[in-house]
């Protein structure tokens, strides 16, 4: 099917967000909750776009509206933007230390418009990308807790959560470094718990949790054995394999 984006004619599929029909066709739309591997969400409201038809219009979004055959968008109308300054305004009063990160979705400066507000994380922008991650992943140590500006991520009651396996999938999935870990050569700390990490029987790095060790063991079906194994060391370990495949 066809669909008009800025008056240009952009081939569609069934099923297709607008969001995505726009990045195929080398359209820009600023977004910061969206992660393709995490679904739809549409949270931040920084990828609104305008669905015209006729005299009649409104804003849309784009990581979450599917399109449907000979509609016609707009993703810089005077209403659009608008709508996401004033997004990006609400999202930087809520975390002032996220400004880089906004300026850089944006592609402009975004202006403090609002008091800024003290969260209870620091730098925490409520993207939801650190609690969808740890939900995909199947534990669920953490979620939002508290209603309005109070809003936050957290574990239940704020407190040390057996849930958590000390993957780090939540810091990673941060755009903002809000999330706090805590490393040395033997352990890993983060959410109120710290975790003894386990060496690597090839080159004796430490780099994973027994919980994860455990639970991505059960997940996948791949033996402990193998998965205690380093990235590093697997990637030569498969090399070798091959090599030696090869050789035979």
């Given at each position: 099917?066809?669909?008009?984006?800025?008056?240009?004619?952009?081939?569609?599929?069934?099923?297709?967000?607008?969001?995505?029909?726009?990045?195929?066709?080398?359209?820009?739309?600023?977004?910061?909750?969206?992660?393709?591997?995490?679904?739809?969400?549409?949270?931040?409201?920084?990828?609104?776009?305008?669905?015209?038809?006729?005299?009649?219009?409104?804003?849309?979004?784009?990581?979450?509206?599917?399109?449907?055959?000979?509609?016609?968008?707009?993703?810089?109308?005077?209403?659009?933007?608008?709508?996401?300054?004033?997004?990006?305004?609400?999202?930087?009063?809520?975390?002032?230390?996220?400004?880089?990160?906004?300026?850089?979705?944006?592609?402009?400066?975004?202006?403090?418009?609002?008091?800024?507000?003290?969260?209870?994380?620091?730098?925490?922008?409520?993207?939801?990308?650190?609690?969808?991650?740890?939900?995909?992943?199947?534990?669920?140590?953490?979620?939002?807790?508290?209603?309005?500006?109070?809003?936050?991520?957290?574990?239940?009651?704020?407190?040390?959560?057996?849930?958590?396996?000390?993957?780090?999938?939540?810091?990673?999935?941060?755009?903002?470094?809000?999330?706090?870990?805590?490393?040395?050569?033997?352990?890993?700390?983060?959410?109120?718990?710290?975790?003894?990490?386990?060496?690597?029987?090839?080159?004796?790095?430490?780099h994973i949790t027994q919980k994860s060790l455990d639970f991505f063991s059960k997940k996948t079906g791949i033996p402990s054995e193998e998965l205690i194994i380093c990235p590093d060391c697997r990637q030569k370990k498969t090399s070798m394999d091959l090599l030696s495949g090869i050789s035979r």
């Amino acid at each position: 099917m066809k669909i008009f984006i800025n008056d240009k004619e952009c081939s569609a599929c069934k099923g297709q967000t607008l969001l995505q029909v726009a990045l195929d066709n080398g359209f820009y739309i600023p977004t910061l909750c969206h992660n393709k591997e995490l679904g739809n969400y549409a949270g931040c409201r920084l990828c609104v776009a305008e669905l015209r038809e006729g005299d009649w219009s409104k804003l849309v979004a784009s990581c979450e509206f599917p399109v449907k055959d000979g509609q016609t968008f707009y993703l810089d109308t005077e209403n659009v933007k608008k709508s996401r300054d004033l997004s990006a305004s609400l999202l930087l009063a809520r975390s002032p230390e996220s400004k880089k990160v906004l300026d850089e979705i944006m592609r402009k400066d975004v202006e403090m418009r609002f008091e800024p507000m003290t969260p209870h994380l620091e730098g925490c922008i409520l993207c939801g990308k650190c609690y969808r991650a740890c939900q995909k992943l199947g534990t669920g140590a953490i979620s939002t807790i508290n209603r309005g500006h109070e809003i936050t991520v957290e574990t239940p009651y704020e407190q040390g959560n057996p849930d958590c396996i000390g993957c780090l999938a939540c810091a990673e999935a941060c755009p903002t470094g809000a999330i706090k870990v805590f490393r040395s050569k033997t352990q890993v700390g983060i959410w109120h718990l710290t975790h003894e990490l386990l060496a690597c029987p090839m080159c004796g790095k430490r780099h994973i949790t027994q919980k994860s060790l455990d639970f991505f063991s059960k997940k996948t079906g791949i033996p402990s054995e193998e998965l205690i194994i380093c990235p590093d060391c697997r990637q030569k370990k498969t090399s070798m394999d091959l090599l030696s495949g090869i050789s035979r």
